[in-house]
């Protein structure tokens, strides 16, 4: 919530609703975690009308992240088959609502216990662990059109014969990796403002895996570190 536009701001008066990307993309010294932050206009954004705000707030970082994984790397395109390692994310299942707003068919990786939020969303779930390639390749024979990797530890390469030999492959993971498009998130509007219009349209939801108070930051962190939580973690303000 805008509390004290700048004077050359007129695009957000005071009490706009607006989510942003603020981290620089070179020195991040500041985030958003705190009750008051300064912004530049140009990394904000209306909120979406649609989403609350704990939902909105997973959607900057991980949506931008997703989005130019999947349309920029990639650029997945209709009919064509994504295979998303790690579907069940923060990054990976938004990035397997928009490759599924582009026309794409999706397949993800993750435990047995998501397969049914994968089935919701419109993919088609196969489980992480030994014989994963075979079921990606009885489900797709001649192998994924295109990979996003969002989980890392050595995956792209255990499931190298899940991609069709000419695929195209992005990691936001494992980014030394030869052939593969490392994917960083910067402040891009025009993404963001087509994060916000799919989400708008009901195309895109932000998956909350858990909520923290601002005072139990350091909680959050340690849960993030864990790796337990499937969706976002987001730090509440009251």
């Known amino acids: 919530m805008v509390e004290r536009p700048g004077p050359a701001t007129p695009e957000f008066p005071a009490g706009s609703e607006v989510i942003g990307y603020i981290r620089g993309d070179v020195q991040r010294a500041h985030g958003g975690m705190a009750e008051f932050v300064a912004a530049d ?38 009919g064509e088959t994504l295979l998303v390692h790690g ?37 088609e779930p196969v489980t992480y662990g030994y014989g994963v390639t075979d079921h990606v390749r009885e489900l797709v024979p001649n ?3 295109a990979v996003l990797d969002t989980h890392g530890h050595g995956v792209l390469t255990a499931t190298a014969r899940a991609a069709a030999h000419d695929a195209r492959v992005a990691s936001i993971a494992d980014a030394g990796l030869t052939g593969v498009l490392p994917v960083f998130c910067r402040m891009d509007h025009a993404d963001l403002s087509a994060l916000v219009e799919l989400a708008e349209a009901d195309r895109l939801r932000v998956r909350i895996g858990a909520t923290y108070p601002l005072e139990r930051a350091a909680d959050a962190q340690r849960a993030l570190a864990a790796g337990d939580v499937a969706g976002k973690i987001v730090i509440t303000i009251d």
């Open 41 to 78: 206009v140009r990394t904000l954004f209306r909120k979406p009308r649609t989403m609350s705000f704990t939902q909105a707030s997973g959607l900057p970082l991980a949506g931008l992240t997703a989005y130019q994984a999947v349309v920029h790397a990639l650029d997945v395109q209709q």
């Open 87 to 123: 579907a069940t994310g923060g990054v990976g299942s938004l990035a397997v609502q928009i490759a599924l707003s582009r026309g794409a068919r999706v397949i993800g990786t993750a435990s047995e216990r998501d397969h049914e939020y994968l089935r919701a969303l419109g993919a």
């Open 143 to 145: 192998g994924a059109d």
